[in-house]
């Protein structure tokens, strides 16, 4: 890899770590339901007048934008409104990462070897020392939301996966089509017809724009620069040198979280994170067979021992 694309994969991680906090700034003014609805409504208006849908079965599309987009962004945005700090939740998302490989091995019957594993095992630890160390000092449930988020973003990646589209960057924009209507009724339900369009309105007015220029990060940085930077990378190098980049979200999110919004992490909280970063990094060491150029969309229907920690950083479209 040479030094410009390095450069890309940093800019990557920084754009998505950042991303935590737009979203964080949002929730401080729109009911979370409805800013998870209107974040993708944006991408989805241009996309369905200009982007031609991407050749993939239907089915498959559907389980993309409802696991990556709608399941997801639902209990991640619901846990940071109920308390989730905004680093630990760049964290704690990583959780898709082990739930993606245990699914794919019960669904699709995908191998996974000794080294994933080990690596599963010790992000799991991880996870579990940064719910035990939140439950102490405050409610559990924004840590098992931000679970759930997980599970739902690895439910996606299957989508992704069995989509096995050649054009990864239409997939992802088309995703974006799938969870605003549901997102919109959800909100609708839960928090009322008119109360997000009003919150919409009032970001309009001198008090509300942070909330305004938070939607306008998460749509043009985090989305469509940083899935768009991610794309490029992933189409040049093999899957095992770009999925390191990854694990610097949540650093980049804690680091971020704690000299912009003053949220110091606990000692116990910053070891359960090294302790995670550690297993999802030790399982991508020393690995073979990735010396080849890896195809956008291609995946491969069978995860090897050799194969990164990480899911297909191709299915990382996100935040």
Known sequence: MNNRDRLLGLTVAVLWGLNFLAIRVGLDHFPPFFFAG?????????????VRPPKVPIAWLLLYGFGFGFLQFAFLFAAMNAGMPTGLASLVLQSSAPFTIVLGALLLREHVGRRRIVGITVAVVGMA???????????????????????GWA??????????????????????????????ALSAAVEGPSTGW???GDSFSSSGWPAL???????????????GL?????????????APFSLLVPVVGIAGAWTFLDE???????????VVIGGCLGGMTGTRGTTGAVSPGRDRPRLRESEPCLPDPRLRASK
């Open 38 to 50: 209107l974040r993708f409504l944006v991408i989805a208006i241009p996309v369905l007048l200009f």
């Open 129 to 151: 020392l940064i719910g035990w160390d939140r439950a102490q000092a405050a409610s559990l449930l924004p840590v098992v939301l931000t679970l759930l988020a997980g599970l």
């Open 155 to 184: 439910f996606g990646n299957l989508g992704n996966r069995l989509a096995r589209s050649t054009e990864p960057m239409r997939l992802m924009l088309w995703m974006c089509v799938i969870p605003p209507l549901p997102m919109l």
């Open 198 to 200: 009003r919150a919409l």
């Open 213 to 227: 220029a938070g939607l306008t990060y998460i749509v043009l940085l985090g989305t469509i620069a940083g899935s």
């Open 230 to 242: 991610w794309t490029v990378l992933i189409s040049r190098h093999p899957a095992g040198v770009i």
């Open 264 to 274: 110091a992490p606990s000692a116990l909280s910053l070891v359960g994170a090294a």
